[in-house]
């Protein structure tokens, strides 16, 4: 054989095999990253064989169930499957199974962020995660919410940063089955922010890690705006950095830029709109903060849950955060934080889990599902809690 056609096997060999080239540290901090360069595709996950009706068709709806979860990364992604997120996903799946002939079968899941280690590197997704989020649209046949992470998309807080590009072109694919198209109303082109709505329910996802853009704040604060209250009686907000939290990502008194502008910007359009609950991840645990606050229109209560045990290795209690200046500037409000529950002091306090959100009209509950060691997780006096102040929460 000619050594030319030796040298052209030899490349086709390389780029067959070698099919994600990424130059890039597997850790997603905050510092520049470098250049990639990406042979392979993300391939994008399967849609659900029973998506959600257009939101005309089910405005009568009012008792359903969803599932939330966040975090799955693993610590061997793209090389084997995640082993941490199976057995979650199994769960759910015997769960979505019990529930479909009660009056609250899971009508979708959502996830809060960091699919994979580096949401740059698209063997990371196609190896150790499409696969897994497979089952759920299939065999479940459910469909699946998602919204950006700082490992998906890097931590930066620039919208135009380049780094950004190939993680969020990824994530774009790999979900381009799943969440609202480009061009729809419920779509912010160009970005990993959207909403949908189901029954009595309107829930809304955006990138919490350019929580400071001006034009996703704006089609935000426009969805909330235009929805119809009558119908929607329940608002959620759903993404990747909590507006509290008490694990390692949260300092004292300082705290992250993402969590900042959630906090400050976020936060007050959502106590305008009486968002009900945010469900975030990014602390790899299970906590519960509610938030209660006054207005012309009376009392409110918005429940914030982080749960961020889908995968990711486990984190543990690392302080209360720091909220002194946040409530001084929002006395008019009357704003008080209470955390109703914290994670433990050491990493298995908490297990990897998965919330189960029970929609009932108004009412709405929900439960905490742990798996594997962690079966037995009762982060209240139970695993189960009521968000209203009418009643018992625990």
């Not at 659900?48 to 799955?72: R, W």
């Not at 759920?136 to 998309?153: C, I, K, M, R, S």
């Not at 919330?355 to 189960?384: N, R």
């Given at each position: 054989m000619a050594a030319h056609q030796v040298s052209a096997r030899l490349t086709l060999a390389t780029a067959t095999i070698a099919l994600s080239l990424v130059a890039v540290s597997a850790s997603q901090s905050s510092s520049p990253v470098q250049t990639v360069l990406q042979l392979e595709v993300v391939r994008a996950i399967k849609a659900?064989?029973?998506?959600?009706?257009?939101?005309?068709?089910?405005?009568?709806?009012?008792?359903?169930?969803?599932?939330?979860?966040?975090?799955?990364r693993?610590?061997?992604?793209?090389?084997?499957?995640?082993?941490?997120?199976?057995?979650?996903?199994?769960?759910?799946?015997?769960?979505?199974?019990?529930?479909?002939?009660?009056?609250?079968?899971?009508?979708?899941v959502i996830q809060s962020g960091d699919a994979v280690l580096n949401g740059r590197d698209a063997k990371q997704w196609n190896t150790s995660y499409i696969s897994i989020i497979d089952r759920?649209?299939?065999?479940?046949?459910?469909?699946?919410?998602?919204?950006?992470?700082?490992?998906?998309?890097t931590a930066s807080t620039e919208v135009t940063n380049p780094d950004r590009q190939p993680g969020l072109k990824n994530l774009f694919d790999a979900n381009a089955l799943l969440i609202p198209a480009e061009g729809s109303a419920r779509r912010l082109n160009g970005y990993a922010t959207y909403g949908f709505g189901y029954g009595n329910t309107f829930l809304i996802a955006f990138d919490s890690n350019i929580a400071g853009d001006d034009t996703q704040f704006a089609w935000v604060k426009a969805q909330l705006e235009g929805l119809d209250r009558k119908r929607y009686t329940n608002v959620i907000a759903f993404m990747h950095h909590p507006p509290f939290s008490s694990g390692p990502h949260n300092g004292v008194p300082i705290i992250e830029p993402a969590t900042d502008a959630v906090?400050?910007?976020?936060?007050?359009?959502?106590?305008?709109?009486?968002?009900?609950?945010?469900?975030?991840?990014?602390?790899?645990?299970?906590?519960?903060?509610?938030?209660?606050?006054?207005?012309?229109?009376?009392?409110?209560?918005?429940?914030?849950?982080?749960?961020?045990?889908?995968?990711?290795?486990?984190?543990?209690?690392?302080?209360?955060?720091?909220?002194?200046?946040?409530?001084?500037?929002?006395?008019?409000?009357?704003?008080?934080?209470?955390?109703?529950v914290k994670p433990g002091p050491v990493?298995?306090?908490?297990?990897?889990?998965?919330?189960?959100?029970?929609?009932?009209?108004?009412?709405?509950?929900?439960?905490?599902?742990?798996?594997?060691?962690?079966?037995?997780?009762?982060?209240?006096?139970?695993?189960?809690?009521?968000?209203?102040?009418?009643?018992?929460?625990?």
């Open positions: 659900p064989t029973h998506p959600l009706p257009p939101e005309s068709a089910s405005a009568g709806v009012t008792k359903f169930s969803f599932l939330a979860y966040g975090d799955t693993g610590r061997h992604d793209g090389l084997d499957v995640q082993a941490e997120h199976t057995l979650v996903v199994d769960s759910m799946l015997t769960t979505i199974r019990r529930l479909s002939t009660s009056q609250f079968p899971v009508k979708f759920l649209t299939t065999e479940a046949g459910v469909p699946y919410f998602f919204t950006a992470g700082n490992h998906d998309v906090r400050t910007r976020y936060e007050p359009l959502f106590r305008q709109h009486h968002v009900r609950m945010t469900l975030a991840g990014h602390e790899h645990l299970f906590e519960h903060f509610v938030e209660r606050y006054e207005d012309a229109t009376g009392k409110y209560r918005m429940d914030h849950i982080v749960s961020g045990g889908g995968g990711a290795p486990l984190y543990a209690y690392q302080g209360e955060p720091y909220l002194r200046d946040f409530l001084i500037a929002r006395k008019d409000n009357k704003v008080a934080i209470e955390h109703l990493p298995g306090d908490t297990p990897y889990h998965y919330v189960i959100v029970q929609v009932d009209g108004d009412d709405v509950q929900l439960d905490v599902v742990g798996v594997d060691w962690g079966k037995d997780f009762k982060p209240y006096a139970s695993a189960h809690a009521r968000l209203s102040d009418s009643g018992s929460i625990r």
